[in-house]
T-cell receptor
Framework: AQSVAQPEDQVNVAEGNPLTVKCTYS??????LFWYVQYPNRGLQFLLK??????LVKGSYGFEAEFNKSQTSFHLKKPSALVSDSALYFC?????????????FGAGTRLFVKA | NAGVTQTPKFQVLKTGQSMTLQCAQD?????MSWYRQDPGMGLRLIHY???????DQGEVPNGYNVSRSTTEDFPLRLLSAAPSQTSVYFC?????????????FGSGTRLTVV
């Protein structure tokens, strides 16, 4: 069965510093991987995805993520954090070998960026 | 372009009552799904649909029913509300998920069962 883990409940960074939000997954075969962001009292917004190809994918708001097959990881990164990046971030995995109909989400990581 | 519209935004139910959470999308997406969000547990899939007339169960389907009579609408029915169903419910849609499309989410329905 597919699963996804976000080992950190919360990540704190100072504005201007680089940030990393970690995600590891378990799925048979080659997964589809996603990151979403949720601002307070809002629905989730799609940030970026990895389907195939280059292991470094770029997304919205200056975020990027690196797919590492050997470590089964898909960490979210940004070179320089903004206070406005403070939000709840979700990693998600989808197994296309089972039709891709069930996207499984991690528990979420809350990012605090301090001015 | 409205995207995914959920109604109501807030609802309080008494234990044993039934209700329907509405979800509508105007993007002609084949795939629609319902998730519930609980603190520390992320989003859990309740039911999903790959097209009109086709639905299937997700991780936590008990106590919920769905139907998909049109491409646009995917209502979620709570048959007999229980306090354990207190949660925030999100509807999401996409083009065919096996092609790697991300989801578009609604703004959510916050449900409290007392």
């Amino acid at each position: 069965a597919q699963s996804v883990a976000q080992p950190e409940d919360q990540v704190n960074v100072a504005e201007g510093n680089p940030l990393t939000v970690k995600c590891t997954y378990s799925v048979s075969g080659n997964p589809y991987l996603f990151w979403y962001v949720q601002y307070p009292n809002r629905g989730l917004q799609f940030l970026l995805k990895y389907i195939t190809g280059d292991n470094l994918v770029k997304g919205s708001y200056g975020f990027e993520a690196e797919f590492n097959k050997s470590q089964t990881s898909f960490h979210l990164k940004k070179p320089s954090a903004l206070v406005s990046d403070s939000a709840l971030y979700f990693c998600a995995v989808r197994d296309p070998n089972t039709g891709g109909f069930k996207t499984i989400f991690g528990a979420g990581t809350r990012l605090f960026v301090k001015a | 372009n409205a995207g995914v519209t959920q109604t109501p935004k807030f609802q309080v139910l008494k234990t044993g009552q039934s209700m329907t959470l509405q979800c509508a999308q105007d993007m002609n997406h084949e795939y629609m799904s319902w998730y519930r969000q609980d603190p520390g547990m992320g989003l859990r899939l309740i039911h999903y649909s790959v097209g009109a007339g086709i639905t299937d169960q997700g991780e936590v389907p008990n106590g919920y029913n769905v139907s998909r009579s049109t491409t646009e609408d995917f209502p979620l029915r709570l048959l007999s509300a229980a306090p354990s169903q207190t949660s925030v419910y999100f509807c999401a849609s996409s083009y065919a998920p096996d092609t790697g499309h991300g989801y578009t989410f609604g703004s959510g329905t916050r449900l409290t069962v007392v």
